[in-house]
Nanobody, 116 residues
Framework: QVELVESGGGSVQPGGSLRLSCKAS????????MAWHRQAPGKQRELVAS???????NYADSVKDRFTISRDNAKNTVYLQMNSLKPEDTAVYYC??????????WGQGTQVTVSS
């Protein structure tokens, strides 16, 4: 089994930056497609960014050119670098890992708050 633990959330002013980390336990990390999702109050959870085992990435239009997802397989960790943060980025950010489309793992979430 895989356990995912997020860190790096916090409060920041508009235009600021944060880097989220998600560390995975176990031996499966290198074969997992990893993703970051977020959920704001009153809204559905949405996919923010993903990175597969070949390091191919995808981003939601709302974060394109501002956020960067990356992974370090040696550290079993996926990152989300968030720059030029906006108030609408405020949400709980969740880490997700999937394997073969038949199993998924979720982290506990970390709060990101962007306000003046």
């Amino acid at each position: 089994q895989v356990e995912l633990v997020e860190s790096g959330g916090g409060s920041v002013q508009p235009g600021g930056s944060l880097r989220l980390s998600c560390k995975a336990s176990g031996n499966l990390f290198s074969v997992l497609t990893m993703a970051w999702h977020r959920q704001a109050p009153g809204k559905q959870r949405e996919l923010v960014a993903s990175i597969n085992t070949r390091r191919s990435t995808n981003y939601a239009d709302s974060v394109k050119d501002r956020f960067t997802i990356s992974r370090d397989n040696a550290k079993n960790t996926v990152y989300l670098q968030m720059n030029s943060l906006k108030p609408e980025d405020t949400a709980v950010y969740y880490c997700r890992g999937t394997v073969s489309g038949i199993k998924e793992y979720w982290g506990q979430g970390t709060q990101v708050t962007v306000s003046s």
